[in-house]
């Protein structure tokens, strides 16, 4: 009776068989079993779309199939289909180290059997199960060993803290930190040339937390930016160390209306000698009213510095968002002439008691 071979390459030895070189084709069978215990092997698939048929090899060693990780290299420049008969048996390591954004599947040579396919990008490895569960569609069973790259996981959760480790969370432009629902709750924008950044600082009782602009630049401002008409709110009691008004410094000899926009300064300077007497408009700007940027109860208060030649000019009108308003004057009377060779400063507090709805007050002061 003949020796017959397992899927994978073993010769079953008849008995009586090979006499004189039975140790010969005993040591062979273990090393083949060897090869399919633990071995490794590389092969190359490079090339076009194409399918590369792993054999069996009966009673020698080397065969591919008979190994239990097989790296898949080469440059690919088309779909790849790696093939095993359809009575092999075993698991396999596999590793897809080719070059090229082209799918490789793994599966038998026939029959409809489940396969395994590494996509354009996977390079990496898999541990499939080759099972050879029927006769004519046996499957090839991908074992998941959980995840083998932290971006395969699309939904992580932490069983602990994340320490960091001394190193940094890089976050791309335009992403950041989202609550439990989803929703956003700190967007992160980025500079390419950043040298400037907040440095946030905890602190023990009795100590402020602080909110610090820091960086590469010896002096660096801390920009607060609300959205269309939305202002900055400091909730509480407030202490201020230091503070600056905008200026807006223009050489306009004032006349006519002058529109004062309340979210571009909080003090005008006309450095030129006015032309005549001129109307005072507050708005907010250009596309927005003072109405729309105020809340009932709330109050503002701007300077509107004109200078004056040999021509006493003044303020013959004031209005709010176009329409007139008669201020309460410093005094108890309007103004009714400027200061000849100085520098008049209209001071205008406004409150708004109701909707569209504002009381004035205003001051006149000489600076010569």
Not at 14 to 39: D, F, R
Not at 51 to 60: A, E, F, P, R
Not at 328 to 349: H, K, L, M
Request: charged share 15%.
């Amino acid at each position: 009776m003949a020796s017959t071979y397992t899927p994978l390459g073993v010769e079953l030895q008849a008995t009586g068989e090979n006499a004189g070189t039975w140790g010969t084709k005993t040591n062979t069978n273990l090393q083949i079993i060897e090869q399919i215990s633990g071995g490794f092997i590389q092969q190359s698939i490079a090339g076009g779309a194409q399918t590369t048929t792993l054999s069996v090899s009966d009673g020698s060693t080397g065969a591919v199939l008979s190994h239990r990780m097989i790296e898949f290299t080469g440059s690919i420049t088309g779909n790849q289909v790696v093939t095993i008969p359809l009575d092999v048996q075993t698991f396999y390591f596999l590793r897809n180290s080719t070059s090229g954004a082209y799918t490789v599947q793994f599966k038998y040579v026939s029959g409809s059997g489940d396969s395994f396919t590494f996509s354009a990008t996977n390079k990496s490895d898999a541990l499939v199960f080759a099972s050879a569960s029927d006769g004519t569609n046996p499957n090839i069973v991908t074992i998941n060993t959980g995840i083998k790259e932290v971006s395969e996981d699309t939904t992580p959760q932490l069983g602990g803290d994340l320490d960091t480790n001394d190193h940094n969370i890089k976050i791309d432009d335009a992403h950041g930190i989202q609550d439990e629902n989803g929703n956003e709750q700190i967007v992160f924008q980025t500079t390419a040339s950043a040298v400037n950044q907040i440095d946030v600082t905890n602190a023990a009782t009795g100590n402020a937390p602080d909110i610090a602009a820091t960086g590469g630049d010896t002096n660096v401002d801390l920009n607060f930016t609300p959205k269309g008409t939305g202002r900055v709110t400091f909730n509480g009691g407030g202490a201020i160390k230091n503070l600056t008004e905008k200026c807006t410094i223009a050489a306009t000899g004032t006349t006519g209306t002058v529109n004062y926009d309340v979210k571009t300064q909080a003090v005008l300077y006309h450095t030129a000698n006015a032309a005549g007497n001129f109307t005072v408009n507050l708005r907010g700007d250009g596309s927005t009213t003072l109405n729309n940027i105020m809340d009932t109860g709330e109050s503002l208060t701007v300077a509107f510095l004109v200078t004056n030649g040999g021509t006493a000019y003044y303020q013959s009108a004031f209005q709010i968002d176009g329409s007139s308003v008669t201020p309460e004057y410093q005094g108890g009377a309007a103004p009714s002439e400027g200061n000849v060779n100085s520098v008049d400063s209209y001071t205008y507090t406004v409150v708004k008691t109701a909707d569209a709805t504002f009381t004035a007050f205003a001051s006149l002061t000489q600076y010569a």
